[in-house]
């Protein structure tokens, strides 16, 4: 059985920082794509970043470039959403998704397995 778990979320100021964890079990991200999307309410689930660990390129929404940061431990099996500058707007639920496969993508869609989400709250 597949499970991803997020970690890391929390309350934090315009311009603080936070870094987000996904561990997996029953999946190994070596190989593999793991993004991570985010979820506001009233809003569409979006795609923040993602990182194909296959050759670690890497892809981020206009809207985090520059701030945001993923990155991955093959060795622990767990993928990490590095979050500076942040602003209010940030604010959402994120989630991480594995895929199988070596093609990068942040659509939603082609994610089989994701986690439960954890809540970013971004103060003005």
């Known amino acids: 059985e597949v499970q991803l778990v997020e970690s890391g979320g929390g309350l934090v100021q315009a311009g603080g920082s936070l870094r987000l964890s996904c561990a997996a079990s029953?999946?190994?991200?070596?190989?593999?794509?793991i993004g991570w999307f985010r979820q506001a309410p009233g809003k569409e689930r979006e795609g923040v970043s993602c990182?194909?660990?296959?050759?670690?390129?890497?892809f981020n929404a206009d809207s985090v470039k520059g701030r945001f940061t993923i990155s991955s431990d093959n060795a622990k099996n767990t993928v990490y959403l590095q979050m500076n500058s942040l602003k209010p707007e940030d604010t959402a639920v994120y989630y991480c998704?594995?895929?199988?496969?070596?093609?990068?993508?942040?659509?939603?869609?082609?994610?089989?397995?994701w986690g439960q989400g954890t809540q970013v709250t971004v103060s003005s």
């Open positions: 990182i194909s660990s296959s050759d670690g390129s890497t």
């Open positions: 998704a594995a895929r199988f496969g070596h093609q990068a993508t942040m659509n939603p869609y082609r994610f089989a397995y």
């Open positions: 029953g999946f190994t991200f070596d190989g593999n794509v």
